[in-house]
């Protein structure tokens, strides 16, 4: 036991929003303000940060508001919640919104506010209903003029006469008729002024009223629907408000931009909420000034939408397909909440989940409980304020000099907490640590994907190609998909996650993260939010899904959450991608990723400048089958003569396929289909990792190891010399004489004779040569599956066509668009695809 006292901190600790970082929440708030005050981030935007209650969304929010005001943004803040009671609560926003806007935050500012004071007197003035007002006022405005300028005059004259005369009367003999007179006319003179002021004043008022109506200036109307709404008027009202509102941005904020905060929108009931996000979208539509920040609990949010149209939830069908209907009705509840966040999807933009603490953090959130002073604590009220701020005043410089030799009372009691050591390290080292952390957090932007802002690498490109799928290339959710992704690598590369972690001995400690793995779960956590749910229940569902994707065979043998998952084939597909039958590729694995280290705070990682990411490198070592001495008597492997010649190589559609070259090629073979699964089993000595039960479908989800290991099996065997095409002669072979997007011309409606795409695939592949071939007699270049190339895949061309070094892909997929099938599309090895496959080249030499 020990022998000092226990003790305890005599005060309560704040459950008050605070920018004080205490969560570790700064990496985050730099990586998002860098992103939306970033040039190219361009408005209307809505961002929400998510997260339960209690969960530090508000202490977020206010760090965020802080980080954009000291760069030099325009902030405002509204509290939903606080407003619950009225009735219209857009309106109270409306009215908070023109009121902070339009005060000056500082005497700097007053320039700004009254200048779009005038200007948006200005921008309200209607000429063509302003000016019929301004004839009818014009009466008016002469009487109250010459009145101003006439009643002070008379008065001024009139009123030094009466006051003359007034004395003069005392003077004289018949002093009492003569002040009866004078007084008389004085207080007539006195009647006439008032009446004469209230006259201007009624006019000036009047005057007033009628500039008003001129202006056009909705705002006093908005203080009657906050609490008693008409709501006959009220569609008309608020179409004129959004006009005014685009002014009052206009106005006050011009070119620059403005970040709105709305706070405890979930805590607002259910109708209110949903009124208030729809008028955001109204304010946003066509407004490139505003970034709304909107605070929320997703599920909350979501659950009141599916409470507020549950009467048309039961006529919607659903995406899951025929499984057991037990777990159907036990996940009914899913549906509703499903509808929610996809209403939710058309006002957001950018959802940020707010990061969980990890366990040195929320250490460090306790040492900063017991030892800090509350940084929103009131100062005490003296009773005496007018006496004791004098006597403060004199008093001031003995009292800071005496307050250096003070200790306080409760310092005993945590000196335990501030003691170094390992597990508890001290705050002044962890502040040292934290400032040279922030000195370099915008100076450092290792990964080439991050810095580059003016356009997205390849693989960027191709990630999206990959999620498109899932998210039914829906042109909305691609976009949501785009912003999303952008920001959760800025915020990745910020805290360290696309690096390795290894000890002193080099041992990998952690591997890094992939933008393919980053992808899948960014896809998934828009298109199916309700899976981090079960996630948070099992940390391996993502594992479990991704083999129950890869092996369908076993089915029975995973739980029910797991098979309600994998009915959603998109999901399945999702999950599939990239992977082999028996073989996964880390690059695409979900398997291995840490969930944690995406939903939790992670510190920030320093490292130099030039260091490299760290990308796992996979290798697979392949041997030739030594048992296979000679292919079966019906193995037959069609082949088309291609003549030597010259064509123009590339197009102007994609920066990769620029610039338009000429190739000459020598004459060689190349096979009439695609490799099937049936020819890839029997040279191979077993089937593909995605074996059809149709032998005559594509072998598919082969990597490139695989076709070249196939081409020099079947070189050994027949005492050819096979091999993968290049990019030249794939492109040769495709265009088949032909300068036109297709080999067939440039009409996209005529593709589904040729070829098995998204659009009538019904996402999987078919048997080769069931659509018609191109002009020189080969099928399926367009579409069916990916073939592989050996060229090295670069964003523009290698004039030297034929060096190569890497793979690229060519011809487009079952499940690719139409702009992926035409002859010049290139792929490189990450492209996006139901799978990979290839076809032979024979040289004829």
Known sequence: MSDSPESIRNTSVSDQATNNDALGFEPYVIAIAEFLLHEQTQPPLTLSVEGEWGSGKSSFMKMLEEYLRK?????????????????????????????????PKNWRDLPRVILGHFKLQLLRFNL????????????????????????????????VEGI??????????????????SVFKLLFTAVGVTLSGAG???????????????????????????????????????EEFHEDFAKIVDAYVGNDRVYVFIDDLDRCEHPKSADLMQAINLMIADDPSVVFILGMDREK????????????????????????????????????????????????????????????????????????????????????PFFQSFWGKLALPQRNNSQKHLTSPTSNQT??????????????????????????????????????????????????????????????RIKHF??????????????????EKRDKDDNLLEPSLTFEQLGKFTAISLKWPLLLSDLENDQQILAKLEKFALDEE??????????????????????????????????????????????????????????????????????????????????????????????????????????IHEVIVPAFQIGKYPVTQAQYQAVMEKASSSFSRNPQKPVKSVSKDDAEVFCKQLSKLTGKNYRLPTEAEWEYACRAGTETRFSFGDDESQLGDYAWFNGNSNGTTHPVGEKRPNPWGIYDMHGNVWEWCVNKWTGHYDIAWNSYKASSLRGGACDSYPGLCRSAYRGDMDVLGYGHGFRVVCDLS
């Open 482 to 499: 785009i912003n999303v992704f952008r920001l959760k690598v800025y915020i990745a590369n910020e805290t360290g996650l696309f690096f």
């Open 200 to 238: 201007i004043f009624a006019g000036i008022k009047s005057l007033l009223r009628n500039f008003q109506r001129l202006l056009q200036n909705p705002k006093n109307n908005l203080i009657k629907y906050i609490e008693a709404p008409d709501y006959k008027k009220q569609s008309a009202f608020v």
């Open 554 to 659: 076993k089915t029975q043998e995973y739980e029910e959450s797991i098979r309600y998952w994998a009915s959603h084939t998109k999901l399945k597909a999702l999950m599939a991608y990239g992977h082999t039958r028996f073989v996964t590729n880390s690059k695409f694995s979900l398997a291995e990723v840490n969930v944690d280290k995406l939903l939790q705070v992670s510190p920030k990682i320093i490292r130099s400048a030039n260091q490299p990411i760290q990308r796992k490198q996979i290798s697979q070592n392949i041997k030739i089958s030594q048992n296979i001495t000679s292919l079966p008597p019906d193995f037959h492997l069609e082949m088309v003569d291609i003549p030597a010649g010259k064509f123009n190589m590339g197009s102007n559609e994609y920066e990769d396929e620029k610039p």
């Open 71 to 103: 760069k030099g943004g325009r902030t405002v803040w509204f509290n939903a919640w606080r407003h619950d009671k009225a009735e219209s609560v857009w309106a109270a926003f409306a009215l908070s919104f023109i009121k902070q806007i339009s005060t």
């Open 164 to 181: 003359n005369e007034l004395i003069r009367a005392t003077t004289s003999q018949d002093i009492f008729w003569s002040k009866i007179n």
């Open 128 to 159: 063509e209903k302003g000016l019929f007002e301004l004839i009818k006022a014009l009466p008016l405005i002469i009487f109250v003029i010459c009145a101003s300028i006439a009643i002070p005059f008379i008065l001024i004259v009139y009123g």
């Open 301 to 384: 949010v979501a659950a009141s939408l599916a409470v507020k149209y549950e009467n048309i939830l039961k006529y919607l069908p659903s995406e899951t397909t025929e499984i057991d209907p037990d777990i159907l009705a036990r996940r009914s509840a899913n549906k509703g909440l499903a509808y929610g966040y996809t209403f939710i999807e058309k006002f957001v933009q950018l959802p940020f989940l707010v990061p969980q603490p990890s366990r040195s953090d929320f250490e460090r959130f306790l040492i900063q409980l017991a030892t800090s002073t509350p940084p929103n604590l009131p100062p005490a009220k003296p009773r005496f």
């Open 415 to 476: 000196s335990d907490l501030n003691k170094s050591s390992p597990d508890n390290p001290s705050i002044e080292s962890e502040q040292t640590e934290k400032e040279k952390a922030r000195a370099s957090v915008i100076k450092r932007l290792e990964a080439i994907q991050v810095n580059n802002f003016d356009k997205d690498s390849p693989t960027v490109r191709n990630v999206i190609m990959m999620v498109a799928p899932a998210l039914d290339y829906n042109p909305r």
